[in-house]
């Protein structure tokens, strides 16, 4: 049954059977999307009053989908009749709505952000412990395998399976973990946000959750040779020595080397650790594989490797703005990353900053109207009361995002 629901009503989960446009006809989601918290924000952002949901007998959740150019069949014509689309999905009469727990939806509220939820704030809470668990465990990997102490591999297992379960029942982990202030040593949060990022990736591509646990517990571990690596290359600020970055490249061996000894950890966990920084083009390390050559747990936690150390806070660079973080995934999909997981998650990871304010680069400030999934990079920002395309205008780009 379809009905349709105030946006203020919606917590994350509830899947949208008719896509939503902007008041100036452009496509903000797909029928088909199951809503996240970021597509909640986004919406109140563009002002849209009410959607389209799909009545379900339970709260199960739904899974997450990447419907295709193809999803919805009356779509084109929604997109001809923009206007009328968007009274639909703004001025729908209250009469329309119904039968609220089985939705996903929270009782009324006058004109509330849906983020003033009690059931969003516990999610955040579990988000955060779990967070903080799993970092605590990596510090404790790292220290062992410095010390020349055996790892601890039940531990590892434990934090993996509370991240993947935070991934699978969690509906925006990715604007969690982009909010989160993070003051541990970047070492350990490093290791865990490439785990969540990398579970998350696999999330999308549909894997089990038994192999979410494992693409966990690969990201948590990828950088364990780094407890070989004498401290003071690790936390040099400045620019490396060749002889030092020669130094830092023995990290994936000699952490395949402490977990060989280790039966517990599976075998994608090690070719993980050990291939994260091999690349398609065969330019990576330590052996310069190509193509099938690296596993496909390895692909993704590459991906997960970059976008997280590109996104994280240094004492010696700002972070990558997220825009320039998806360019860069973009143009290494052409050679070395695998282009199949990176387009997977360009394609959602777009559809968190429709509605943010941007800073573009010539100084301009403008919010995200529409992202075009052809050119993920290249959204259509609105600056007033004119509209840049991003993708007719190679002489700019998004420089920040201001808020989300």
Known sequence: MRVAVKVSNLI??????????????????????????????????????????????????????????????????????????????????????????????????????????????????????????????????????????FLPASE??????????????????????????????????????????????????????????????????????????????????????????RIIRQHPLAGYELLSGVSSIPEQVRSAVLQHHERGDGSGYPYGLTGAQIAPFSRLVAIADVYAAMSAERPYRRRVPHFRIAEHLHDESFSRLDPQFVRVFLDHVASFYVGSQVRLSDGQVGQVVFIDDRHPTRPLVKVGEDFISLQDREDLAVEDILSL
């Open 156 to 245: 590892v297992r434990e934090a993996a399976e509370a991240i993947a379960h935070v991934v699978h029942t969690t509906h925006d982990v990715l604007a969690l973990l982009v909010r989160l202030r993070q003051a541990s040593d970047p070492t350990f949060t490093h290791s865990v946000n490439v785990a969540l990022v990398a579970a998350l990736l696999g999330r999308w591509l549909k894997l089990s959750e038994g192999e979410l646990r494992v693409l966990a517990q690969a990201g948590m571990m990828h950088d364990v040779g780094k407890a070989q690596i004498p401290e003071p290359i690790l936390s040099k600020q400045e620019p490396l020595t060749p002889d030092e970055i």
């Open 12 to 149: 994350p989960g509830s899947r949208l059977v008719r896509s939503v446009y902007s008041e100036y006809g452009a496509l903000l989601l797909r029928e088909g999307v199951v809503l996240t918290r970021g597509h909640l924000e986004s919406l109140h952002r563009q002002g849209v009053r009410e959607v389209y949901v799909e009545v379900v007998d339970d709260l199960a959740e739904p899974s997450i989908t990447a419907p295709g150019p193809g999803s919805g069949s009356s779509e084109a014509a929604q997109r001809h009749h923009g206007a009328e689309t968007t009274r639909s999905s703004h001025e729908s009469s209250p009469s329309t709505v119904a039968d609220a727990p089985k939705t996903g939806m929270r009782p009324d509220s006058e004109g509330g952000s849906p983020l003033a939820v009690p059931e969003l704030e516990l999610e955040k809470r579990h988000f955060q412990e779990t967070y903080r668990a799993a970092t605590a465990t990596v510090e404790n990997v790292m220290r062992s395998g410095r010390l020349g102490q």
